[in-house]
């Protein structure tokens, strides 16, 4: 059943033609308005991975809830399917439950809050946000367990429910959420962070309506939808072709010993429309790392991709959905049924992005992009000090961001729109750490003509007694090269022990016991190369190799010989020569191995592991059920 829209004023909106100086105004108060909300958030929460790296998502949407301004979240198509209440003036609405709002979040960290706003009794517009919080219960501190197989043990679950009602806060549903966490004063700042981002957003909402009139926000809204739908319209015909290709990819494992996990999309287009169709994805995982794909979410990946790839002066918002139609199969990884575990979705989300590069790349070669966008890694340490105090961290990791056509692609950067990293100086002023490293990894990035970014290593020595827990991927597959392009370095984790005893750390793990004087050495991907290595210029090798982002050695790779720091000119072109003679054409894809069984069977000799045994797949009944 819907939800009800409460409503006083039973006047209908009037579609209006705007002028084009209005439209521009009230669209650059809206995009104004949207990084105000940032700004408000900011400056307001305390966990430091809504704080300082921003893993917060705003959006102000038209009264139907299609968002018009946002960064990365379409969340209320989700919302309104799933919620049968209703809607009145003054409500506020909060969910963190995957699987009541269809896939708008997608694991329980994440704490959306949506507020519609009225005028005159009319719903004009909504403005939502959300926000991940370092702690929401479960059986593990991060609330991310990666043995969980039901989404139970993951922490407190919120379905779609009234936090305002009526403009007036429920304070005993407050408590309740904050009562189930281990940080109830991170949680209760970021909340009230979050409230306050949403209230400024109600403001100039109201302001352009007071400025305009109604009739006309309203309208320009419409516009702004449809100016979107336009140009998506004629990239999509640009650049996805009418026969279909497919692309596949891989999870490594699922921290249990199984893996990899396929992932496997074809696409094509029916005249103005685009078709994704995933199947062929493997079933969903016993294990944490299933990611619930809304097809609104997904629309919207396709969009902030493509968008910032082809056009970033174009106005990112839900205009377009009605020109891509997905089809995600019941029960595969990206579709699980309830009660399948979701909280360690990170790794398949990024792998979306990396999934979409290599579709959209076979009918546009010279647009595609490399792999390197491929996970978020994340780590967590937690514990009492020797003050009895709590303590306990949430950060998220950066690895290389891939070669692109316009160029090398940036060394140990945020992999999400608008991330930053923690700063060493707030670690290390708020929790029991001492960064005694932070570089990015020699040789790492995938060489091309473009190269791929570097990823980078921090190395964290712990202070007190506690326990630390790590989510990554990419430590068996690589991130691909393409057009030409090696693949970029995998990721590794090692832990030195203050007796100097060192062991490698698997790249999922939860409650590894840390004493102080314990150094962990964090080391992420590197991106694939773009373009072949040998068209790229000696003198920016030689440059490279000056700046240690590659190294002699990794050179010889691009065919450039470099002696004690100088370019030896003629013995380039002659490794060059011999280079291209035995490789003969270059490849659209490289992704460092011929299959996965042969992958497989280099694991233990090149990662220190042993490979993932693929897993028995049941029905998607018997999985839920499990």
């Not at 109830?184 to 979050?194: G, Q, T």
């Amino acid at each position: 059943m819907p939800a009800t829209i409460i409503e006083s004023n039973e006047t209908p909106f009037n579609r209006i033609n705007v002028d084009p100086i209005t439209l521009d105004i009230v669209e650059n108060a809206l995009r104004n308005a949207r990084n105000e909300m940032d700004a408000v958030l900011f400056r307001t929460a305390m966990s430091p991975g809504i704080r300082e790296q921003h893993d917060a998502f705003p959006l102000i949407a038209n009264q139907e809830g299609k968002m018009v301004v946002g960064q990365f979240g379409s969340f209320l198509h989700g919302f309104m399917q799933g919620y049968d209440g209703e809607i009145e003036d003054g409500d506020v609405f909060i969910t963190n439950d995957p699987y009541s709002c269809n896939g708008a979040v997608s694991h329980l960290n994440d704490w959306l809050l949506m507020m519609p706003i009225f005028h005159d009794g009319r719903l004009v517009s909504w403005a939502a946000m959300f926000g991940h919080m370092t702690d929401v219960g479960g059986k593990v501190p991060g609330s991310l367990p990666t043995d969980a197989k039901m989404i139970y043990e993951e922490g407190i679950i919120v379905p779609p429910t009234k936090i305002y009602r009526g403009g007036q806060l429920m304070d005993e549903l407050l408590n309740i959420l904050l009562h189930n966490t281990r940080m109830p004063e991170w949680n209760k700042s970021d909340f009230y962070a979050i409230i306050a981002a949403l209230r400024l957003a109600e403001r100039r909402v109201r302001e352009n309506i007071v400025r305009f009139g109604v009739d006309t926000y309203i309208s320009a809204m419409q516009d702004m939808l449809d100016r979107n739908k336009l140009a998506m319209g004629a990239i999509i015909k640009m650049i996805i072709p009418e026969q279909k290709s497919y692309f596949e990819d891989w999870i490594d494992d699922d921290g249990m010993g199984n893996g990899p996990y396929k992932i496997a999309c074809s696409l094509w287009r029916d005249g103005d429309i685009a078709h994704f169709d995933f199947t062929g994805s493997d079933p969903q995982s016993f294990s944490s790392i299933n990611f619930l794909l809304n097809e609104e979410m997904f629309k919207m990946f396709f969009g902030a991709f493509t968008i910032n790839l082809f056009d970033p002066q174009i106005l990112f918002n839900d205009g377009f959905y009605e020109l891509v139609d997905v089809h995600i199969p019941e029960g595969c990884i990206l579709k699980p049924k309830k009660p399948a575990a979701l909280s360690c979705r990170t790794h398949m989300l990024g792998r979306i992005f990396d999934l979409m590069g290599g579709l959209l790349g076979q009918g546009a070669p010279d647009a595609l992009n490399a792999a390197g966008f491929s996970d978020s890694p994340h780590f967590m340490y937690s514990g009492f000090d020797r003050n009895g105090e709590w303590y306990q961290l949430f950060q998220i990791g950066f690895g290389g961001i891939p070669g692109r056509p316009a160029g090398d692609g940036p060394d140990g950067h945020s992999l999400w729109p608008a991330f930053t990293n923690v700063p060493n100086e707030f670690l290390e002023a708020y929790f029991p750490l001492r960064i005694r490293e932070y570089a990015t990894i020699t040789d790492s990035g995938g060489a091309g003509l473009h190269r791929g970014g570097n990823g980078i290593t921090i190395a964290y020595e712990m202070l007190e007694s506690g326990e630390i827990s790590i989510h990554d991927d990419r430590w068996l597959t690589y991130p691909w090269g393409v057009n030409g392009g090696e693949p970029g370095m995998r990721s590794t984790k090692r832990l030195v022990r203050t007796d100097g005893s060192e062991e490698n750390i698997a790249s999922k793990c939860d409650r590894i016991a840390v004493n102080p004087g314990d150094i962990l050495y964090f080391n992420t991907w590197g991106g694939g190369g773009w373009g072949d290595p040998l068209q790229r210029p000696a003198e920016l090798v030689a440059t490279d190799v000056a700046r240690r982002l590659v190294s002699e050695h990794g050179a010889r790779r691009y065919g450039v010989v470099i002696h004690n720091g100088q370019l030896a000119e003629a013995a380039t072109e002659q490794l060059r020569r011999e280079m291209a003679a035995q490789r003969g054409s270059t490849q659209l894809f490289d992704r460092g191995f011929s299959s996965i069984d042969e992958l497989k069977q280099r694991c233990k000799q090149e990662t220190g592991f042993d490979a993932p045994v693929t897993p028995v797949f049941r029905s998607s009944q018997e999985t839920a059920n499990s």
